[in-house]
């Protein structure tokens, strides 16, 4: 496991931006994924972007074409940049990593990350 300290959130009027980032605690693996969920009052955790150990990207619908989930193996940090905000995507988003490579499609699913960040709140105003 990993220690993940996410930061960068905050409060935003619609259409606004931020950049969200997530520093961990060690040297990116060679087999190390990771992803940003996020989870808003009375719903359900769920996801939003994943950067595969071989760097393929995935994002959710709900975000694509605002978020860019990218990051920095040599400054141990992932990065979401967020543009274009709507009030729905007001939430707590949290960064997770795993170390195992898995197939394609399972970077979506929260289950397999077994290292989380405490996360971080972002407020988007109407």
């Known amino acids: 496991q990993v220690n993940l300290a996410e930061s960068g959130g905050g409060l935003v009027q619609t259409g606004g931006s931020l950049r969200l980032s997530c520093a961990a605690s060690?040297?990116?693996?060679?087999?190390?994924?990771m992803a940003w969920f996020r989870q808003a009052p009375g719903k359900e955790r769920e996801f939003v972007a994943a950067?595969?150990?071989?760097?393929?990207?995935y994002h959710a619908d709900s975000v694509k074409g605002r978020f860019t989930i990218s990051r920095d193996k040599f400054q141990n940090t992932q990065y979401l940049p967020m543009n274009k905000l709507k009030p729905e995507d007001t939430a707590i988003y949290y960064c997770?990593?795993?170390?195992?490579?898995?197939?394609?499609?399972?970077?979506?699913?929260?289950?397999?990350?077994?290292?989380w960040g405490q996360g971080t709140q972002v407020t988007v105003s109407s």
């Open positions: 060690r040297r990116s693996g060679a087999s190390d994924s």
């Open positions: 997770a990593c795993t170390a195992r490579a898995y197939s394609n499609g399972s970077y979506v699913l929260r289950q397999i990350y077994d290292s």
């Open positions: 950067i595969s150990y071989i760097d393929t990207t």
